[in-house]
């Protein structure tokens, strides 16, 4: 059996705290396909970028990734341009896109997330309840 290609994404500037969620997150969908992209929980990236690449060849690589997966996973707590339009061409390409989101009284999803049929959204509050979710959206 194939496994699928996943495509991960979460706000990388402005949302470096959570790098270390967001690697845990990258082990945990590691267990049921290949994530192409790994880089993203790397918590250098969000302070240097990534080194030696260009705006335009960095698009490019992460469109390509984005039509090779099966599947784009997206953390949607902390607010995100790039995120927004990865979702926006995930849904445009016919990719499954499942949003991660940790409510919290100081703010709110977006309604162009929060409202789009086309994504499935699953809340949660600790890394803990990831595993459990990811068992049920991937195995049942």
Not at 76 to 102: D, F, N, W
Request: charged content about 25%.
């Amino acid at each position: 059996m194939r496994k699928i290609n996943i495509y991960f994404v979460s706000a990388v500037s402005g949302g470096s705290d959570d790098a270390p969620l967001h690697m845990h997150i990258i082990e945990e969908l590691s267990q049921y396909g290949i994530v192409l992209t790994e880089h993203v929980g790397d918590a250098a990236l969000a302070v240097q970028g990534e080194d030696g690449k260009t705006d335009e060849y960095i698009y490019n690589r992460d469109v390509e990734w984005l039509v090779e997966a099966d599947l784009l996973v997206a953390e949607v707590t902390t607010p995100s341009l790039g995120v927004g339009y990865e979702i926006c061409k995930a849904e445009q390409h016919g990719k499954m896109v499942l949003c991660l989101y940790r409510p919290a009284p100081d703010r709110k999803l977006s309604a162009m997330v929060a409202g789009n049929p086309y994504v499935q959204i699953e809340h949660y509050q600790a890394r803990g309840d990831l595993a459990v979710l990811f068992k049920g959206y991937f195995l049942e």
